[in-house]
């Protein structure tokens, strides 16, 4: 089974924890992480490009006027906006040009956004990195949060990459190789522990620290 639910979570953490001392620490400080969920589908995906290179606060307040401009919020309703009602929602020329990449590409089939529900993580990766503007961390965090997949570890985050720099008491933060390299042991719960990381990174940053949080809308 693929995906991610909240039994599974904490199963995957409890498997993972047993085989990494430093999963195990961070769940006695902080807890089981909730499990995040989005609905699979254009908006959400629109929505994780949207969040792009900008913080948690910025990217809620630019999807707020998109989802009040665009309506209904669907590829055909994106293409007939034009584009001085984008950039009064806050979005920028290039992210304008890559949500309407996004929308021809649904409409015309070239992106099947039902169809990676049935392909392995790196396939479905693969099909959404294609589309123009979306990246390996847009691809793997829309896989992870609206599909669920329960391997998938957004290692380019730096939200993950800061909190595993704590947890591991490292003096400088990892670069996301050297994430995906601790990562291994998690497998396959790699999903559930970037969870915990997200959760890990929250509970002990310092007060009025501002590490560039990546944290998904």
């Given amino acids: 089974m693929r995906q991610l639910t909240e039994q599974s979570l904490i199963a995957g953490l409890d498997e993972a924890a047993s085989r990494c001392p430093a999963v195990a620490r961070a769940l006695r ?7 995040r969920h989005r609905p699979p589908g254009f908006a959400t995906l629109l929505r994780t490009i949207v969040g792009q290179q900008v913080s948690v606060a910025s990217a809620n307040a630019i999807w707020m006027r998109v989802a009040g401009s665009v309506r209904p919020l669907t590829p055909e309703a994106l293409l007939a906006a034009d584009d001085d009602a984008l950039r009064a929602c806050g979005l920028s020329r290039p992210k304008i040009r890559y949500a309407r990449a996004l929308a021809e590409r649904c ?15 790196e396939a479905a990766a693969g099909a959404l990195v294609a589309v123009p503007g979306i990246g390996r961390w847009t691809a793997e965090v829309y896989l992870l949060f609206a599909l669920g997949r329960r391997d998938v570890l957004p290692a380019g985050d730096l939200a993950l990459l800061s909190a595993a720099q704590r947890l591991f008491g ?3 933060r990892p670069e996301p190789a050297g994430l995906l390299d601790r990562g291994e042991i998690w497998r396959p719960w790699r999903g559930a522990v970037a969870h915990l990381l997200w959760r890990y990174f929250s509970a002990t940053r310092p007060a009025r620290q501002n590490e560039g949080s990546s944290l998904p809308v």
């Fill in 107 to 121: 409409l015309s089939g070239a992106l099947d956004l039902g169809g990676l529900h049935d392909m392995p993580d």
């Fill in 29 to 35: 400080q902080v807890g089981y992480p909730a499990l």
């Fill in 170 to 172: 490292l003096p400088e």
